[in-house]
DNA sequence: GAGTTGATGTCAGGAACTGTCATCACCGTA
DNA sequence: TACGGTGATGACAGTTCCTGACATCAACTC
């Protein structure tokens, strides 16, 4: 037995997404946070940046697991393809959160601050996905702009998914989005 | 003349972007903020919802602009042509702004709290475009793909404009990124 | 078993933001 | 001309977010 109880950092990300979840974002605390978790409102700024990054930081996970993709791509793959595919295998590990993927969804969408955020975790897996691209060799302009569209699409892909109860599967409705892309950009 | 010099917003948004550029955004405080602009710091969040939100709030007018060209588009136009050409009508009106745009993207650039902030504007953007597509009766899901598309085009090409010293026409440059795409997506 | 390390606690303090009430030029109206 | 309403601002107290500095103490190392 550790002197103190094991896994503060999980029991502040629980105890957080509980009480944003019943009073709301802005009625809860950080003191209320780290004394639901058993700690204090300063160890919580020590495992997380602020009180936003605490639904946050688990993304890290996911980017890697981007960047590693695109490299592990077939040499041959387009870029659009290797996006779409790593996208994918993105899609097919967070159906391991979908009980917690919508409740932390909702808590999400219920606040402004807590938007951008997310919008700048997703900014920052484009940017993981530039820069991969960027190592197979994409021309850097060609490489954001399919990038950031990959990301848009998984956007909204997302969002069917985790708002709408997930009851498909996430990498299927993100084919079907890539697939629906092409035809709208196609024939100009 | 009033009881107060004319025009606080403006001279509130000016002290910061100066501020902003000279001390960096961490270092400035709005008590400092307000000083300059011979105001109290109460009444800076009269004007503005929050420290970030000063460096924004003119982007309603490019917003509504949007909205507005979306809405006067021909009818018969594809979805993908009439963002493209909103986005084209707005970037038209930021050429005016060619002296302030480079330093104030140079501030947001060197924070992340205004980049998320940025980012949320883009969203927002995004949003009316999508509203916009659906009153002239484009699918739901199709008016937010191809929103979510031209606003990421519109990102990458702002990119190339503000920080790169804005030589070329935005305009231009946006144009360019429109067909670009078309060719990255062509083919499946 | 003495020293080191690492996660946590304690405390003080700055800065962001909010609520509330006071002030006072301007404006319309009698 | 007086007079009440309006709207922008000031003054001030209070909460919360976040940081820096130092203390504590189990576990680990030699």
Known sequence: MGRWEPDARGRLEMAALELYAEHGYDQTTVAAIAERAGLTERTFFRHFSDKR???FSRGTVLED???ASVADA?????AYDVVAAALEATATLLEGRREIAPRRQAVIDAHPELRERELGKMTSW???LTAALGERGVEPRLAGLV???GIAVFRVS???W???GATDDLAEILRDSFAELRSATAGG
């Open 126 to 128: 484009a940017a993981a």
């Open 162 to 164: 985790a708002r709408g």
């Open 53 to 55: 990054e605490v639904l």
């Open 65 to 67: 697991l981007l960047t």
């Open 158 to 160: 997302f969002e069917t």
């Open 147 to 149: 990038a950031q569209t």
């Open 74 to 78: 077939p040499a041959d793959a387009t």
